[in-house]
């Protein structure tokens, strides 16, 4: 159990446009979700925290605009990069929290964004 | 949350038991430490949690010091694929705080 994925898995876009990547929780319910994003040879930075029915909460630095949050359901959320330029080419990962307070966090196999 | 200090790199024979240690002094009453693992362009990998006292399931055993200063996770018999980046963090249990903060990490090679 706790099975997360995410569609794509890799992406190649123009610069300019948008990218959507979906996060689903395939074998629960998340009332919470994770947005981070990962640089080549750095660890993973939490960009947002996502609630079901709420907006998301965006860590200091991150562009609310530009790093649309979608979660519309317990077991969707998405994550729209909107004109994607070079420098969002990353590796953005998700996660959700399966219950609430001491439960665990799974986390997806990841989405790789390359903006040409 | 409570910052996490942990090795940059080791080695491990395959077949030996990995100790992969982290210092957590700062780490409050009520906070969980977690461990994570991430395989090359993968998502992170949940390995186990605890609290206070030692924990064990089907991947590791996780020891944590009677003062809650320290932790090991114990890989009992490694193998190549346990090669990764494994990450040390400590969370608060509170609801609506549930965020995780990745650190460096310890880069774990497993050597044949």
């Known amino acids: 159990g706790a099975v997360v994925s995410q569609h794509p898995s890799w992406v190649i876009c123009k610069s300019g446009t948008s990218v959507k990547i979906e996060c689903r929780s395939l074998?629960?319910?998340?009332?919470?979700m994770f947005w981070y994003r990962q640089f080549p040879k750095q660890s993973l930075m939490l960009m947002a925290t996502?609630?079901?029915?709420?907006?998301?909460?965006?860590e200091q630095g991150v562009e609310k605009d530009k790093f649309l949050i979608n979660h519309a359901s317990l077991t969707l959320s998405t994550l729209t990069v909107t004109s994607a330029h070079p420098e969002d080419s990353s590796f953005y990962i998700c996660?959700?929290?399966?219950?609430?307070?001491?439960?665990?966090?799974?986390f997806g196999p990841g989405t790789r964004l390359t903006v040409l | 949350d409570a910052k996490t200090t942990q090795p940059p790199s080791m080695d491990c024979a395959e077949g030996r038991a990995a100790n992969l240690p982290c210092n957590h002094s700062?780490?409050?009453?009520?906070?969980?430490v977690y461990w994570y693992r991430q395989i090359h362009s993968q998502g992170p990998q949940y390995i186990i949690h605890?609290?206070?006292n030692n924990e064990t399931n089907e991947m590791a055993s996780l020891i944590i010091t009677e003062d809650r200063k320290s932790s090991t996770l114990i890989l009992p018999h490694a193998t190549l694929r346990d090669t990764a980046v494994y990450y040390c963090?400590?969370?608060?249990?509170?609801?609506?705080?549930?965020?995780?903060?990745f650190g460096t990490g310890t880069r774990l090679t497993i050597i044949p």
């Open positions: 996660s959700a929290l399966r219950g609430a307070g001491t439960d665990t966090q799974y």
């Open positions: 074998d629960f319910q998340a009332t919470t």
């Open positions: 996502s609630n079901e029915g709420s907006k998301a909460t965006y």
């Open positions: 700062t780490i409050s009453g009520n906070e969980y």
């Open positions: 605890g609290l206070k």
């Open positions: 963090i400590v969370r608060s249990p509170n609801f609506g705080n549930e965020k995780l903060t």
